[in-house]
């Protein structure tokens, strides 16, 4: 593009460039009119608008591995930029690889977005870097960058020594029990990720029981994406252990695996002690005061087949939870047996304020009461049967 910039463009008053600058966007500034030249550099530079950029969008192949090239030369120079989404432009390893490499100089950027690009092993090693180095990055997404196994382990294996990200997307990557496991191990050294999405991968019992073993000791991870992969009862059983322990998951999210009737009711069952617990309390000369730490207030657990059976069970632990206020059950195959319990469960518990689940083949009888529970807990305030 800069290539393609006329010569008469270069000689232009500088008034008559920034009226030009005021007509394009702030990516086009950057990849096509930036770095053309020395003079040009200077006029965009001073130019006011291009100074106080901080979010800058180049969503869906406006950008490739030359504007990306140009990006990371930006991020490496004083700059006010905090928030860098270039999703969905299939960058090449060797755009995404000098972007990671800028990263390691960067002191502004907080939100960083790479979604559909190409990273694989070679350009994770070079992100494991940066997170070692990097002191502002909070949040990164890495959905669908072909990490595998080999890449989870080296983005995972930074997060021992990184302190500032807080929010991690590596959804869609393929990753089975050795980058779990990775992950895992790393949950039991980092002390600032909350947010931790991996689902869509390939993470078995084995795996699952890894990630599971870590959260019994992990004091900061909120929410956990698990949905869409391989995890089966063992790994649902080894969750439920961790529950038991863990102070800090608030959202859970294990949907379309296989947990079935046995998962989901040892799961439920772990739930059914889960309470506000007190912190250790303290003290001043003056007052004593106690904190509280909520312990799982959303649990995702559509499609995985657990029918009646797994309904029965979760509808005898509502009554007893004290902190769950979402609960999703859709595609359960729940019919009339598992929606009578639930429909009973509702008039007990106090805490519950969205519900999402749809019946299979009830009768008239069962929705209607279901309904009219409904209109008696006023605190539900969605619910899909």
Known sequence: MANSTSSSLLKLPVELVYRILENLDYLTILCSVHNVCTRLNMITDAYPAYKTVTTLVGRDHRVGDEEAARIASILQQKTVLTTLDLRNNGISVEGTKQIADALQHNETLTTLDLCWSQIGVDGARRFADALRHNKTL???????????????????????????????????????????????????????????????NAIDDDGATQIADALKTNKTLTTLDLRSNEIDVDGASRMADALQENTTLRMLDLSVNVIGVEGATKIINALKDNKVIPNQCSTTVFYFSFFFTQTLTTLILANNHIGNEGATEIANALPHNKTLTTLDLTNNRIRNEGARCITDALQHNTTLTKLNLNFENV?????????????????LEMAVC
């Open 138 to 200: 909070t949040t990164l997404h890495l959905r669908d960058t072909g990490l595998g196994d080999e890449g989870a382990a080296l983005i995972a294996d930074a997060l021992k020594h990184n302190t500032t990200l807080i929010t991690l997307n590596l959804r869609y990557n393929r990753i089975g029990a050795v980058g779990a496991t990775g992950i895992a191990d790393a949950l039991k050294h980092n002390t600032t990720l909350t947010t931790l999405d991996l689902s869509v």
């Open 363 to 379: 009768t008239d009888d069962i929705r209607n009461q279901f309904e009219e529970r409904l209109r008696q807990n006023q605190q």
